[in-house]
């Protein structure tokens, strides 16, 4: 969690290939309290961190190198820790 914007760039690329523009990548500490997200706007890159003081960031269940996209407002809830995957077509209970 010490690295700077040019830190993420660089295992970003390392990992995807390249940053995408309007694209935003998530990074967490063990414990899961802790988060940084490296943004690439089109125009240049900005890094963002959130600590929570209390609980964790909830994490999608993927096997290693996965993407998985969220929504703009997933991200917002689970950037604010709150239960992302209830949001969106997830929330909407259907009958059967």
Request: net charge positive.
């Amino acid at each position: 969690m010490r690295a700077g914007a040019d830190s993420a760039l660089a295992r970003v690329v390392s990992v995807f290939g390249a940053a995408r523009a309007h694209h935003a990548y998530l990074f967490a500490n063990r414990r899961a309290s802790r988060m940084k997200v490296l943004v690439h706007d089109g125009f240049g890159l900005w890094l963002c961190a959130r600590r929570l003081h209390r609980g964790q960031f909830v994490w999608a269940t993927t096997a290693s190198g996965i993407t998985m996209a969220l929504s703009d407002e997933q991200l917002r809830a689970l950037v604010v820790g709150l239960p992302w995957q209830r949001l969106g077509d997830l929330a909407t209970i259907r009958v059967l």
